[in-house]
Nanobody, 126 residues
Framework: QVQLVESGGGLVQAGGSLRLSCAAS????????MGWFRQAPGKEREFVAF????????DYADSVKGRFTISRDNAKNTVYLQMNRLKPEDTAVYYC???????????????????WGQGTQVTVSS
């Protein structure tokens, strides 16, 4: 089993930046595809970004493309989400997620992931 713990959230003004971290413990971190999702009040949990284990290919939701960057450091068992030029509509609880290798399905879907962190709050003021 893998445990995921997010950190780095907080309150920031529009146009500012934050870097979220997701630290993994338990079984090997490097053998998982990783994703970031977010959930705003009254909304469904939505895809933000993913990064694949095999080739480090990454992709992003259209709403964050060009502003957010996902990365991972397997030596530190950590995945990051660098968020720049933040907007009020980015306000949400951000969750990291892990998917075991060997499964088919879209990494854009929250239903495809096996493990989830508890989330970290990001609030962007206008």
């Amino acid at each position: 089993q893998v445990q995921l713990v997010e950190s780095g959230g907080g309150l920031v003004q529009a146009g500012g930046s934050l870097r979220l971290s997701c630290a993994a413990s338990g079984r090997t971190f490097s053998a998982y595809d990783m994703g970031w999702f977010r959930q705003a009040p009254g909304k469904e949990r939505e895809f933000v970004a993913f990064i694949r284990w095999s080739d480090y290919i990454a992709d992003y939701a259209d709403s964050v493309k060009g502003r957010f960057t996902i990365s991972r450091d397997n030596a530190k068992n950590t995945v990051y989400l660098q968020m720049n030029r933040l907007k009020p509509e980015d306000t949400a609880v951000y969750y990291c997620a892990a998917r075991r290798l060997g499964y088919s399905g879209s990494l854009y879907s929250r239903h495809e992931y096996d493990y989830w962190g508890q989330g970290t709050q990001v609030t962007v003021s206008s």
